[in-house]
């Protein structure tokens, strides 16, 4: 087998035993930690792909649900795969589906062959399987695919958290099996388990004896302390293989990024940085300001002096507010790719740390500038 | 007097007597006839002024009632003027405020003084007068700005137009004793007289005797026949100085703009390229297109074979039909590009044909590809 998807470690930070290393996908390598924006429906929401490039990614998450309901996999698939239908030249992951089903969708059952649900965009029924999540995926064409899992909701009794754990497996199982070892697509396993470091061992030793190219760990920042999730990645850290890229799920803002860099993560996807963004919120190297509030009102500056994305060379927050307040899309456009150039700046500047061994420094440097305080 | 603003004309066409013309403005010269986006509130909707600049349009308009009302013309002043708030290094027309207090204010009362009104937004009392126009355009700093007038309604009663146009007439002398010969910009008046062809010779004669470096006609494409505009237009023709431009206001779709051309007007303006990409509508060299249509579903070719604008060079119609359905705003960002640049390359076409005398052949094309059904 020769995996679509392969992980180099280039060092190992002496300060914090931080990864530094190198994903190389089908379409590029890149160095790790990164972060994945999130194009939900085959859009990171206002910019266009050359932007999203522009700002320094080179992965993207898209959302099987989503794309399954609505254009559907199989017009994708005639497109050419999820890449050239959105003009996407990065490497591109997708979620199972499985998150989608237990947030957005209604009436939902869950079975050990799937999960029945209504969609929620217009009540049409339809299963999702293990089989039927690899078969989508497949059609979309994604570099890395996730196996079906149930994200179990926190908190959860301990019994529901152990079945629902124990099914995760016997869905992944299931999962590669469909997946039949394609070698164009790498197929990830979640580790689950809830806040229980006991079933996380179970689930990481059981996910990571697949072999798989990859693993994910999911279920973490969802309600949960962060002393919890921190407790978590500390508990499955020494089972998981140095040779595999390690994918937290969902997460997140700067400090749970860091959290989960501190702990060994390689990868991370989140909506915060568009989301927010939407909402006039934006995150500088001062810590986030809300550009729509009144204080931006006579602030002929850039959103962030320090920053020189498209946005900051070109705009004042005087201009970003009113176009906020008059409602021009261009308000929240200019928004998201502030934030997008800021969460791919402070990728790169972790990465510089743990190559220069001084990772523990820069969270200091970051909580000190109040990078960490964007609420969410 | 050194005007801001200076006309030099170039060619007329033996084919149709059309003008090919330079405009000179203190932000930089260009050939006409020229349309001009719209930026009605310091923005051309959903798109960066990179973009805009990128189709080749040279020259924009912004409305002065709205920014009047929002953010302010003393903020656009300090921030250094309407070019470096909204960050536009071309040329900027700053219309009167006249038409948005006639269509979209409340509560108007129109008195010798001016025109009293409340804002659409929230209410508030305002006046607008020609000094005031004046003053809030000076804040501004476009490089041509416009005569307060009042854009008669159509169909007017021959009574009502005559004492509208004789007062249009009246407020563009307190228009030009306010502006005061201010050499940073240029100050046009505009010709009114409703579709009397008495009416609108008299106002010929009346504004082009004020000597101004530019000349506008208002009041035309406001709901009466494609005939009585032609006609308008042939009445005050043989009126008009052959070396200052002409700017038809409000126009418009293809087939007005051609309409004007053949009249030897050099300016146009009108919201439709951007205001029909947002409902999904696209202008292309077969004809106008519903991006969002069923029609698009599964063609991935770009919205029109014929274009090189970026939306067409990266991004197929059954992706933004996508969009479009998916409320994605990245859909009417790519339709509105799209349309500006094939807005700015039919007044290229335009140009090229005066340029070798075969306009008329030109307007026979177009009609031919069904350039000029997209509905209105």
């Not at 529901?160 to 070698?183: F, I, K, P, Q």
């Not at 396993?189 to 806040?195: E, L, V």
């Not at 498209?310 to 409602?327: D, E, N, Q, V």
């Amino acid at each position: 087998m020769n995996p679509a998807v392969r992980y180099e470690l280039k060092h190992v930070c002496r300060q914090t035993g931080a990864r530094l290393g190198v994903l190389h996908t089908p379409h590029g390598s890149f160095e790790t930690p990164a972060f994945m924006p999130v194009g939900t429906q085959a859009s990171v929401k206002t910019l266009d792909s050359a932007e999203v490039l522009g700002s320094g990614a080179r992965m993207i998450l898209a959302n099987t649900y989503h794309l399954h309901l609505r254009p559907g996999e199989d017009l994708i698939r005639r497109a050419g795969g999820l890449h050239r239908f959105m003009n996407w030249e990065g490497a591109i992951l997708t979620d199972s589906g499985g998150f989608q089903v237990f947030s957005l969708a209604k009436r939902r059952q869950i079975t050990e062959e799937g999960v029945r649900f209504r969609s929620h965009i217009d009540g049409s029924e339809h299963l999702l399987t293990p089989e039927s999540s690899i078969a989508i995926q497949r059609a979309l064409g994604a570099d890395i695919i996730m196996a079906f899992d149930e994200c179990t909701p926190w908190p959860a009794a301990p019994d529901y958290a152990r079945s629902s754990m124990e099914r995760t497996l016997r869905w992944l199982d299931r999962s590669m099996s469909e997946h039949g070892g394609n070698e164009r697509q790498a197929l990830f396993g979640i580790i689950q388990g809830s806040t229980d470091s006991g079933l996380r061992r179970i689930s990481a030793r059981e996910t990571v004896a697949r072999g798989l190219p990859g693993v994910a760990i999911g279920g973490l920042s969802v309600g949960e302390p962060v002393e919890l999730m921190r407790a978590m990645l500390e508990t499955i850290r020494p089972l998981l293989p140095d040779d595999r890229p390690r994918y937290l799920m969902g997460v997140g803002t700067p400090d749970y990024i860091l959290e989960g860099v501190l702990q060994g993560i390689d990868l991370f996807d989140c909506v915060m940085p568009t989301r927010i963004a939407r909402h006039g919120a934006c995150l500088t190297s001062r810590g986030r300001i809300i550009v729509r509030d009144a204080g931006s009102a006579e602030d002929f500056g850039p959103i962030d002096p320090d920053c020189d994305c498209p946005t900051c060379r070109s705009y004042s927050r005087a201009y970003i507010r009113h176009l906020f307040k008059a409602g021009e899309l261009l308000g929240p456009r200019l928004a998201s790719l502030h934030n997008l150039y800021y969460m791919q700046r402070l990728m790169a500047a972790i990465r510089a740390a743990i190559a220069s061994d001084r990772l523990a420094d820069l969270a200091g440097e970051l909580a000190a500038a109040q990078q960490f305080r964007i609420g969410r």
